[in-house]
């Protein structure tokens, strides 16, 4: 299996921009969770879908963000507009019941 | 709501010592507990997981936890690092239908 895969690995873009961020989970996996690593806040949980449906999005930043689950093999992270404090690295993840396998991240530069 | 601490943020030891990363965590039901590791640039690897049994679980790479219901706590120990072992380390809680709630990091140090 070729694990969890994000894309972009890199973004940059500059402030106000929209920026949409992918993944694609590992087959079978029925739940899946983006999460924001930075040095100040550590790992952030964001948004939590099991089925494809959101559970817990209560990490969630504010209005600017919002995710999309629409299959099984398919999520998307969208930051519209964004802001230089958005500068992170993002994570998705999957798990097909407790443990999570992470995909490599997108590095989000916000200028 | 769950809640990891991992006490110490960074952790020097020199090659072939024993380490051991703390870590506690809060909850008010039956929970489930992780030790990540992340190398520069890379995502997060399990290293290993308490899901229910024995309470001394044993990983990959050497590295071994204890469960401590009492103590609340799940602390990482490894008998010997290597200079490979040098990373930051997570500690995460999930209960039954949530997702994982991770711990700030512990940054591990080997020199020889």
């Known amino acids: 299996d070729a694990g969890v895969i994000q894309s972009p690995r890199h973004e940059v873009t500059e402030m106000g921009q929209e920026v949409t961020l992918r993944c694609k989970p590992i087959s079978g996996h029925n739940s899946l969770f983006w999460y924001r690593q930075t040095m100040m806040r550590g790992l952030e949980l964001l948004i939590y879908f099991n089925n494809n449906v959101p559970i817990d999005d209560s990490g969630m930043p504010e209005d600017r963000f919002s995710a999309k689950m629409p299959n099984a093999s398919f999520s998307t992270l969208k930051i519209q507009p964004s802001e230089p404090r958005d500068s992170a690295v993002y994570f998705c993840a999957s798990s097909p019941d407790r443990e999570a396998f992470f995909g490599q991240g997108t590095r989000l530069t916000v200028v | ?112």
Not at chain 2, 32 to 41: A, E, G, H, I, S
């Open chain 2, 1 to 112: 709501a769950q809640s990891v601490t991992q006490l110490d943020s960074q952790v020097p030891v020199f090659e072939e010592a024993p380490v051991e990363l703390r870590c506690n965590y809060s909850s008010s039901v039956s929970v489930y507990l992780f030790w990540y590791v992340q190398y520069p640039n890379q995502g997060l690897q399990l290293l290993l997981k308490y899901l229910s049994g024995s309470t001394l679980v044993k990983g990959i790479n050497g590295f071994e936890a204890e469960f401590n219901k009492s103590q609340t706590s799940f602390h990482l120990r490894k008998p010997s690092v290597h200079i490979s072992d040098t990373a930051e380390y997570f500690c995460a809680v999930s209960e039954w239908g949530t997702a994982l709630i991770f711990g700030k990091g512990t940054t591990l140090s080997v020199s020889s």
